[in-house]
């Protein structure tokens, strides 16, 4: 089944310990993308990637790395987590193609205590 | 601050009736405009897209109207069902910008109501 996959779905931490969600997709897509939801706000992208070792900010990178050693894969990191990174993280991915079908994962529900 | 914005953030259909979502962009250069819809506790997920060259565009109950004089999209539901009750989105792509960058609204709950 094609899919995008996250891991894990739900996480609580504390402020400061690093932690990494991962994103994988099985499309052989190019692009990929982490965007997080907040209430009141939509979907606001954070980082993304063209493709392998290809990475770019999006609106709102700050707190956050990512990397793209293998297509299939985009993990997001938080290296020091805060409150304000709680949220629902989603990533996403897509041909690179104008037109193309963007597929999006279940989403993670991060808490940052 | 955001290009692509809703005007409702709330709309409540009885079952049967039609849905309409609105939404107004403010950059003329986009030009590709899509329409996702999230249920509770999932990813969005699409449901139609179209060109900025085109006004309309049909799918399986769903139409959506481009005016791009007033720079307005509207996502409309033919014969409401309770499974179509979700947060509706709309996202555009800028002409110029990174493929597939897109940018999204602030969404609106739809209930449907039987």
């Known amino acids: 089944e094609a899919q995008v996959t996250q891991n894990p779905r739900y996480l609580i931490t504390v402020t400061g310990k690093k932690l990494t969600v991962t994103c994988s997709q099985n499309?052989?897509?190019?692009?990929m993308s982490w965007y997080r939801q907040d209430p009141g706000l939509g979907l606001r992208q954070i980082y993304y990637?063209?493709?392998?070792?290809?990475?770019d900010k999006g609106d709102v990178p700050e707190g956050y790395k990512v990397s793209r050693k293998e297509k299939r894969n985009f993990p997001l990191i938080l290296e020091s987590p805060s409150p304000n990174q709680t949220s629902l993280y989603f990533c996403?991915?897509?041909?690179?193609?104008?037109?193309?079908?963007?597929?999006f994962g279940p989403g993670t529900r991060l808490t940052v205590l | 601050g955001e290009s692509v914005g809703l005007h409702l953030p709330t709309l409540s259909v009885q079952e049967g009736d039609n849905s309409i979502i609105n939404c107004a962009y403010s950059n003329s250069a986009s030009d590709y405009f899509i329409w996702y819809k999230q249920e509770s506790g999932k990813g969005p997920q699409f449901i139609i897209d179209i060109r900025s060259n085109m006004d309309k565009r049909q799918g399986q109950r769903v139409t959506v109207l481009l005016n791009k004089t007033v720079k307005h999209l509207s996502l409309q539901i033919a014969a409401t069902q309770p499974g179509d009750s979700a947060v509706y989105f709309c996202a555009e792509k800028q002409r110029g910008s990174t493929l597939g960058r897109l940018y999204f609204g602030r969404g609106t709950q739809l209930t449907v109501w039987p």
């Open positions: 996403a991915s897509s041909f690179v193609r104008f037109d193309a079908e963007q597929f």
């Open positions: 499309m052989n897509h190019e692009y």
């Open positions: 990637s063209m493709n392998v070792e290809v990475t």
